[in-house]
């Protein structure tokens, strides 16, 4: 029984850092012909390559990285705020499920619906139309995230510095963003990681003119050029794992 | 304090809902043939087409199969990791260990599956080498192939060591463990305490993420579109297929798929999170 | 009087919660309220603290109407059932908070605050955070914060409530004194019969949302809805010797 339970957790534990290994070997592979097991070269071609070209990849992590620092600011922030209205609204049960609506649905087929008016407004082909309209996917999630903050004791507490003397302002500045400064920074990463790991919708919006990260992979799987697409997939997953490192929470996302 | 409040609504209805509002009314307009590059003029022939043509059904069959199946294999893989290695996954480096995968988006796990699973993949080399087959040809067919099975495959990597996770936590956050005890104490055996304490007591607390889950799934993009084959495709697939398409006579299809499907999503959320509040005052 | 409340009354949806309640108190006097949970004693509180609005009726706090007053302009600080200390603050921190709001110099603000926790015999543990204080320390904590903003009306909904006997005698006394040497005037509601007989110069007894108070404490002892006289008599039927 406990032998087979060691040898359950060694399967899992391998199979779990397996993807992040081959990945990495595979970026540093070439010349990696079928029936081949292992690459027939081995080495920094691939990155001297990618990092001395005009692939684009460097100009790819700066775009993925700015659009997402900027959605999860403006989602969180905005999220933060406005969910209060919400929270303490006696309609509350009604606002949420509208919330989750554009929460549960393909961002790409909102996008796609949405086409005409990136069109008409001059979005489309921009990274701020991509900033947008990932924005519209990461503010319900904010919204619904704070609910959990907004509670009974929130309250209690904002209701205690009013009676001691204190304006809203300072509530909200000396007790509230305190209180709330971890939800805030878990909100932050799961909106980054949100942004992050959009295809779809940016694909859609940035019609081939904003790359990030995600578009960049699907481009290399068409081309069939797998040592690069694995030299981007790097780029997309060790951040996250970076972060995963600082605080599971940050990775880990938990709706309802 | 009452118009800051109303500003908070009104600024959650600008860029909460009016966004996904405006996409369902343009959606059903061009259905309709209201709207358009082609617009006729008010007809149902776009809905007529679709729904004769049987293509809708089949991709929401088609999408609620693989989602469901992603979601329940899933699932029970994640039970049987979450419960059965419970007391080693509690242990720091494991229970770190299993967030890992959550840093995967779609993308690079369908880049992935390609690599690992395709007829020239890694799995195909080694099982070359083993000489369990001979020839490219007789590795079975994972990608692009018509059961889904890749895409279920990808699925269940993204999506399962999320729920190993949840159910780890509902187990330490219900006290499952002290019920279970309190379960032996009244005479239970231990089939008895799995399937009448410990089962229902994770499904309960977890039914509605399991629902949202495959909710997630059915609409997802990024997998069936590197993964999937040409016919039947998975719903989102589908819609961006025919509203991207060069035939504009088309076009309204695609939105007849696109609102079918939004209108199935508004009805999960109302059915899954509608709720009567209920307050109390002293 | 100093505090006089007429005809207040305030409904939730369709649940009259306080029902044309009046009450009046002079100044540095404790009424304490007997009420069992639902009597609306919670929100008669939060209506004076200004934290809720009253449909109608009147309070008036030495002859000034505080109708349409923010809670931060009535002077008035409510006290929870919980002792609702900031989690990111020191004990020095929680207990100088409402001076802080009034932007009272910091050195002021640090003699006043070393002189309240000597009042509330807590040298030593000014600069713990409040999850490594016992529930007694934290619930004087919370009265320090209260009383150091000089407040003209104390509130307490049940502020003992969830101390055990030994810490909750204590925490009696402790009020009894720091309320008499600050001079503050206070409501105290209580549910439990004796904390109410104890805590009050007055006392009432609050149900289904009105206010009965009574002239003296005998007046409340011989009330049989007080519950005091069937009390005296299972003690004393225990001591008659049964045959």
């Known amino acids: ?256 | 304090m009452k118009s800051k409040s109303a500003f908070g609504l009104l600024f959650f209805f600008l860029l909460g809902l009016l966004p996904f509002a405006a996409a369902l009314v343009y959606a059903l307009l061009y259905s309709l043939g209201i709207v358009g590059i082609l617009s006729e003029g008010v007809s149902l022939t776009h809905w007529q087409q679709v729904i004769q043509s049987g293509e809708l059904l089949g991709s929401f069959l088609y999408s609620a199969l693989l989602a469901g199946t992603g979601v329940s294999l899933s699932v029970i893989l994640a039970l049987l990791i979450s419960m059965g290695l419970r007391t080693s996954l509690q242990h720091r480096f494991w229970s770190l260990l299993m967030y890992f995968p959550l840093a995967i988006p779609g993308m690079v796990a369908s880049f992935l599956s390609i690599q690992l699973l395709s007829k020239a993949g890694f799995f195909s080399r080694i099982s070359m080498k083993l000489g369990w087959i001979d020839r490219l040809q007789e590795f079975p067919d994972w990608i692009n192939d018509s059961y889904g099975i890749g895409i279920i495959l990808t699925f269940v990597l993204i999506v399962s060591p999320f729920f190993v996770i949840l159910f780890s936590n509902v187990y330490q956050n219900e006290r499952i463990a002290e019920l279970s005890t309190l379960a032996y104490s009244l005479g239970a055996r231990g089939n008895q305490v799995f399937w009448q304490v410990t089962l229902p007591i994770l499904f309960s607390k977890t039914k509605r993420i399991m629902i949202l889950y495959f909710i997630f799934l059915l609409g997802s993009y990024e997998i069936p579109l590197v993964l999937g084959q040409e016919s039947p495709q998975m719903l989102s697939v589908l819609i961006i297929r025919e509203l991207k398409q060069f035939d504009l006579k088309l076009i309204p299809e695609g939105y007849v798929v696109a609102v079918a499907y939004t209108v199935v999503i508004a009805i999960a959320a109302l059915l899954v999170f509608r709720r009567k509040e209920v307050q109390v005052h002293e | 009087m100093f505090l006089e409340i007429k005809q207040l009354s305030k409904s939730f949806q369709n649940d009259l919660i306080v029902d044309r309640l009046s009450l009046s108190l002079d100044q540095y006097r404790t009424l304490s309220i007997l009420g069992k949970s639902g009597c609306g004693k919670t929100t008669l509180l939060k209506l004076i603290a200004g934290l809720e609005t009253a449909d109608q009726g009147s309070i008036r706090v030495n002859g000034e109407d505080m109708t349409g007053k923010t809670p931060a302009e009535r002077k008035i600080v409510y006290l929870y059932q919980e002792d609702l200390l900031f989690p990111h603050l020191t004990v020095r921190g929680n207990i100088g908070f409402g001076l802080k709001l009034q932007k009272i110099p910091a050195s002021d603000i640090k003699e006043q605050v070393d002189l309240m926790i000597q009042r509330l015999e807590l040298q030593g543990q000014g600069d713990k955070m409040p999850h490594q204080l016992s529930g007694g320390q934290r619930q004087r904590v919370s009265f320090g914060r209260a009383i150091i903003t000089n407040p003209r009306l104390l509130l307490l909904d049940e502020p003992f409530g969830s101390l055990d006997v030994g810490t909750r005698q204590r925490m009696q006394e402790l009020f009894k004194e720091l309320t008499a040497l600050y001079g503050i005037t206070s409501l105290f509601v209580t549910h439990d019969l004796k904390e109410a007989i104890l805590m009050g110069d007055d006392i009432g007894l609050m149900k289904k949302g009105s206010l009965q108070v009574y002239l003296d404490k005998q007046d409340f002892l011989l009330d049989p809805l007080t519950g005091v006289r069937s009390e005296i008599e299972f003690w004393e039927s225990l001591l008659k010797p049964n045959y």
């Open chain 1, 1 to 256: 029984m406990n032998k087979l339970k060691y040898l359950a957790l060694l399967v899992l534990g391998l199979g779990i850092l397996f993807p992040f290994t081959y990945l990495v070997l595979l970026s540093f592979s070439g010349e990696w012909f079928f029936p081949e097991v292992l690459p027939g070269y081995f080495g920094l071609k691939n990155w001297k390559e990618i990092l001395n070209s005009e692939s684009g990849m460097g100009l790819s992590f700066i775009s993925s990285l700015g659009i997402s620092l900027l959605v999860a600011t403006l989602g969180t922030g905005t999220g933060f705020i406005w969910s209060k209205s919400i929270a303490y609204h006696s309609q509350k049960e009604t606002w949420l499920v509208l919330a989750y609506f554009p929460y549960m649905l393909s961002p790409v087929v909102l996008a796609a619906c949405l086409n005409f008016f990136f069109l008409k407004s001059g979005l489309s082909g921009t990274w701020q139309g991509v900033v947008l309209g990932q924005y519209l996917v990461a503010f319900p999630y904010s919204v619904i995230f704070f609910q959990a903050f907004w509670n009974h004791r929130t309250r209690q507490f904002e209701q205690l510095v009013l009676t001691l003397g204190g304006s809203s302002r300072q509530a909200f500045v000396q007790v509230i963003l305190p209180l709330a400064k971890g939800m805030i920074l878990v909100c932050f990463f799961q909106t980054f990681l949100i942004s992050w790991f959009e295809y779809g919708l940016t694909a859609l919006v940035g019609v081939g003119k904003v790359q990030t990260l995600t578009v960049k992979v699907f481009l290399y799987i068409k081309e069939a050029n797998f040592y690069y697409g694995a030299i981007a997939c790097c780029f997309l997953v060790w951040p996250p794992v970076l972060l995963l490192y600082l605080n599971k929470r940050f990775v880990y996302n938990r709706l309802v």
